[in-house]
């Protein structure tokens, strides 16, 4: 990974070295959510934070913009360490985060209100900031009666207002309808190459890789479990790029597969396809729909069994971090497999694909207590017991000694909706218990 | 407050109308009569308070109708006082409990128990404390009045605040603390604005139930001392003991009146000018009237009134108080924090500990078990009533709320008169039932029990009444296509539908009962006393006579029997309206 990291020269903007982030989940082991990741932002170009949801690339933004203190490592902001959000940072968020009760023009003043500038020359910048930005006209109208990209055009003005030298940016575009979030994109692009924003460098966090590749100069692609840097990329592709290029193409592809690559670098650093072992691993909450509907598609023309991620994805319309936990939690239960930014079912994904109703249920059953551990122990104790039934509780518990409170919660809710499926034993909401008898 | 639009187009219009700005238009000299005669009543109100105690021996209340609209100015004023007092209470106490750890500790679990302690049980400590505080002055008795005006108001208010900032959206938070925003920014910019819809709801609440504790704070006899402070509240005393008829029933006419000006010229254009801090990001179909709001918003002179005054408040919001802080603090910090919380939590248990030995000291010195088995069975037995009006209104008003809430029309007209009637101070309309138990000679026990829940009954029907106005139509449209009917219908659709509503309401209806007990278990007409015996009448009798120790235990009993009903009863129902039944 050394060779990955830029080494430090005077003119980074923003330096990040050795930073850590782990928090104490009141199991045995302290959670890591950053280990040891390095970054170095300079002047002038865009930089993308690319990786799965757990990845921690949004717990690194917050760290640099001050919100978050991280248990280890040093980040500097113009070689000054951060503590407090610098005044040279400002940050766009993937749900806007606009104050409702305040108008357009507010919500942009807001910054400037708070660094203590008088009335009149707040409102001077506010209008050129908004005028920037393209929202002339909407100055007094409350963020309810604009649609999303109008919403998030505020959120850019906002940060822009306070002139700073970086601006960080959350997913800024994923809480959009694909056709909004291109317009921005590009009107962004188009300030930026044009040099009108008052801003010198860019860090964006996302999980969409077209949009990576259309926009960053670099893209640090994170692994989960801890989050680390695994790979950089440096896209050299001249503005405005064309997403229909075969370069453009080849640098997708190429991040797909380094994301699914089975020794991959975005490989999970500890073995697992979900943090955690045995009963103990973290389980997304997939629902069996989605699961059935990813193995169909892929069992069906054109695909035939073996799909590649980027147009399957595309086809899907869903993104990474959606596409991700599903296909995932189908190489967990051994209905396929993830390899080369491939998806390929195995003989049993083919089967569940083509049978009915019962035959899934049946398939699933049996996938789900010979490979999810939790699965197999909580129908295994059902068994055990005399009246084949048990408190949802202890299992929380059970699970609380090596997760936190919410990921147990989490956990046993998703082992609770498959098995349900399955019908591999019932859970009884009210009382919290799960038995082996369906109710009559 | 009002703004200016500050968009460029309306600054082109504003210069065209700027020639005639000066001249005040027909709604400024509506909107400037009505504040300049409100301004002129406050200076007046404020004034004679400060009058000296012999005034209310020299000028006694007397029943000249020329006399109650200043007794009414006076009432009004109290709650006036009373309501700031809330409100600043509120930004100190639960803003304190919101930031502190270690207050919050403390905080809110006496909040709780104070929701549950009798109002009007207190009066007795208070009248003599302020007395004593402002000796010769009226103020010492007003400062009573308003006291317990204010301990009736002012726990839900600070829940509400509370709660909303400790639920203040992460991402608002985030910006918030990215912009730097001091504290006192933020509580303005941030915390105050979300919490203001809760907050405002809350203080409406609170102003329906403190109608009801001006009333029966104003005239009040602790031992041998009694004081009448001009009100309508002493009128009322009067006018009972009188005998008067007539005098009463100006009392509910001014009553009324009361209700729906303060309604109207406060808490309308409060709530149409708070609409726009509803969090909801969108456009809501309805948005509250109020046509004083509409008026003051088109005023031309208020305006330019305003313009100051928001340029003073944006000179505010530029003050710096305290730079905020980072989130995530060290082990070794954590490590430290724990070991003093631990302290600190030590500290509150001793100290609790001392105050209830002393407690019980205080009350066995004074009294003997026999008294306090007599609390407890006269606590029993009003338990039983509350239990039996509440089941009676419920089984009254919940079919009737449903049927006015899905009729949009007609709610739209019931639904402000419910509330009208749960602010309506029911104790104003006492009389009329004594004289009616005492002229057909009926029993007490049975028939003085209906006026606790008078007043209280109403906050049932309005909140079933929201419930089933809010009830989705799409779940109305698969009832009516899979044709449930009747009971069906009830149990399966319309019940489960409103339960988390009647749940507040029947919440709300309980305590107000039990607060009301004290007032309706012992009645007077002229020389004749009534009485149903339970805790209610205890208490009543133990303040009359200034027997403190009996106060005190007669007010312990009955918080003991609040909480433990809230908690068993009324808090799991509550939670499981929350998990099972929202419909959201």
């Known amino acids: 990974m050394n060779n990955l990291a830029i080494t430090t020269n005077e003119t980074a903007l923003i330096d990040v070295k050795g930073v850590c982030q782990t928090y104490d989940n009141g199991g045995a082991e302290r959670l890591v959510v950053l280990d040891d990741v390095a970054l170095t932002l300079r002047p002038s170009e865009i930089v993308g934070l690319l990786g799965r949801s757990g990845s921690g690339k949004s717990t690194l933004l917050r760290s640099i913009a001050g919100l978050i203190k991280p248990t280890g490592g040093t980040i500097t902001f113009e070689g000054v360490p951060v503590t407090g959000t610098p005044d040279g940072v400002a940050m766009v968020f993937q749900s806007f985060a606009l104050f409702p009760w305040l108008t357009v023009l507010q919500n942009v003043e807001l910054g400037l209100e708070a660094r203590g500038i008088a009335p009149t020359e707040r409102r001077k910048r506010a209008l050129e900031a908004i005028d920037l930005i393209g929202l002339d006209g909407f100055e007094s109208a409350y963020p309810k009666e604009l649609s999303g990209g109008m919403r998030q055009r505020v959120g850019l003005a906002r940060a822009l207002v306070v002139h700073p030298k970086v601006l960080l940016m959350d997913e800024p575009f994923s809480a959009l309808d694909v056709l909004t979030a291109e317009t921005l994109r590009t009107d962004l692009l188009d300030l930026w190459s044009e040099g009108r924003m008052p801003i010198k460098s860019i860090l964006m966090v996302t999980h969409n890789i077209e949009e990576a590749v259309l926009m960053c100069d670099r893209v640090l692609i994170f692994s989960s479990n801890p989050g680390r840097v695994a790979a950089e990329i440096r896209i050299d592709l001249p503005q405005p790029r064309d997403r229909l290029d075969p370069a453009f193409r080849a640098l997708v592809d190429d991040i797909y597969a380094r994301m699914t690559a089975r020794k991959g670098v975005a490989e999970p650093a500890r073995g697992g396809i979900f943090p955690g072992t045995g009963i103990a691993m973290m389980l997304p909450r997939v629902s069996t729909n989605l699961l059935a509907g990813l193995m169909e598609a892929v069992a069906a023309e054109p695909y035939r069994g073996q799909a590649d991620l980027p147009p399957l994805a595309a086809s899907l319309q869903l993104e990474i971090d959606d596409l991700f936990p599903i296909a995932e939690t189908l190489q967990l239960l051994h209905f396929a497999e993830l390899a080369e930014g491939d998806i390929r079912l195995k003989p049993a994904g083919k089967r569940f694909a083509e049978g009915d109703v019962d035959e899934r249920k049946r398939l699933f059953a049996m996938q789900l207590a010979t490979h999810v551990p939790l699965a197999a122990h909580i129908r295994r104790v059902l068994d055990e017991r005399a009246g084949h039934v048990a408190p949802a509780r202890r299992f929380r518990d059970e699970l609380e000694d090596h997760m936190s409170e919410e990921n147990a919660e989490q956990t046993v809710r998703a082992v609770t909706s498959w098995a349900r499926y399955a019908e591999l034993f019932a859970y009884d909401e009210a009382a919290d218990i799960f038995t082996l008898e369906n109710p009559a | ?584």
């Open chain 2, 1 to 584: 407050m009002v703004f200016l639009p500050p968009n460029r187009a309306s600054l082109s219009e504003a210069t065209r109308l700027a020639r005639n700005r000066i001249v005040p238009n027909i709604h400024d000299i509506v909107a400037l009569s009505i504040m300049a005669a409100l301004l002129v009543l406050l200076a007046h109100g404020a004034a004679a308070m400060r009058g000296s105690a012999e005034l209310l021996v020299s000028q006694p209340v007397t029943l000249d109708p020329a006399n109650l609209p200043e007794y009414a100015l006076r009432t009004t004023l109290r709650m006036f006082a009373a309501i700031i007092a809330s409100l600043v209470f509120t930004f100190i106490v639960a803003t304190l409990a919101a930031k502190s750890r270690r207050a919050e500790k403390v905080i809110i679990p006496a909040l709780d128990i104070l929701q549950s302690v009798p109002v009007l049980g207190f009066l007795t400590f208070t009248v003599t404390f302020f007395m004593g505080l402002f000796p010769g002055s009226q103020m010492g008795a007003e400062c009573a009045a308003i006291f317990a005006i204010f301990t009736s108001q002012a726990w839900n208010m600070t829940f509400s605040f509370y709660q909303s900032l400790r639920t203040v959206p992460h991402d608002l938070d985030e910006v918030s603390r990215g912009f730097g925003l001091s504290a006192w920014q933020r509580f303005w910019r941030l915390e105050a604005p979300f919490a203001a819809p809760g907050l405002i709801w809350n203080t409406m609440m609170s102003m329906s139930g403190g109608w009801f504790f001006v009333v029966a704070s104003e005239a009040i006899t602790v031992g041998h001392t009694t004081v009448e402070l001009p009100g309508i509240g002493s009128w009322l005393a009067l006018a009972i003991d009188k005998k008067d008829f007539v005098a009463v029933g100006w009392a509910v006419l001014a009553m009324g009146v009361l209700i729906l000006i303060y309604d109207r010229l406060l808490f309308r254009p409060i709530v149409a000018w708070a609409d726009k801090f509803r969090s909801e990001q969108t456009a809501s179909q309805e948005k509250p009237r109020s046509w004083v709001y509409d008026l003051l918003r088109r005023t031309r002179l208020v305006k330019t009134i305003g313009v100051p005054l928001a340029w003073g408040w944006q000179r505010l919001m530029l003050v710096r108080l305290g730079r905020p802080q980072l989130k995530v603090q060290t082990a070794e910090q954590q490590n430290l924090s724990r070991l003093s919380d631990r302290l600190w939590l030590a500290f509150i248990a001793i100290l609790a500990g001392a105050g209830a030995i002393f407690t019980a000291h205080y009350i066995h010195s004074e009294l003997g078990w026999s008294d306090v088995a007599q609390a407890f069975g006269g606590g029993l037995a009003t338990l039983l009533r509350v239990i039996v009006l509440i089941a009676i209104a419920s089984v009254i008003w919940v079919p009737i709320g449903v049927w006015i809430g899905l009729r949009p029309k007609v709610a739209e007209r019931v639904q402000p008169l419910a509330q009208f009637l749960a602010a309506f101070p029911a104790n104003v309309l006492f009389p009329f039932a004594v004289l009616a138990i005492v002229a057909t000679g009926a029993s007490p026990n049975i028939w003085l029990s209906p006026l606790m829940i008078l007043g209280t009954q109403w906050y049932i029907l309005f909140n079933v009444i929201a419930g089933a106005s809010a009830f989705p139509s799409d779940l109305k449209e698969v009832a009516s296509v899979f044709k449930l009917r009747s009971w069906s219908w009830w149990r399966n659709v319309m019940l489960p539908g409103i339960f988390p509503y009647y749940v507040t309401g029947a919440l709300t209806a309980t305590g107000g009962s039990w607060n009301a007990s004290i007032v309706a278990e012992l009645a007077s007409w002229g020389n004749t006393r009534i009485e149903a015996y339970g805790l209610g009448s205890y208490i009543a009798k133990a303040t009359e006579a200034g027997d403190f120790p009996r106060v005190v235990l007669g007010i312990a009993v009955m918080s003991l029997f609040v909480t433990l009903f809230n908690r068993l009863l009324w808090r799991p129902l509550y939670v499981f309206a929350e998990r099972r039944l929202r419909l959201d």
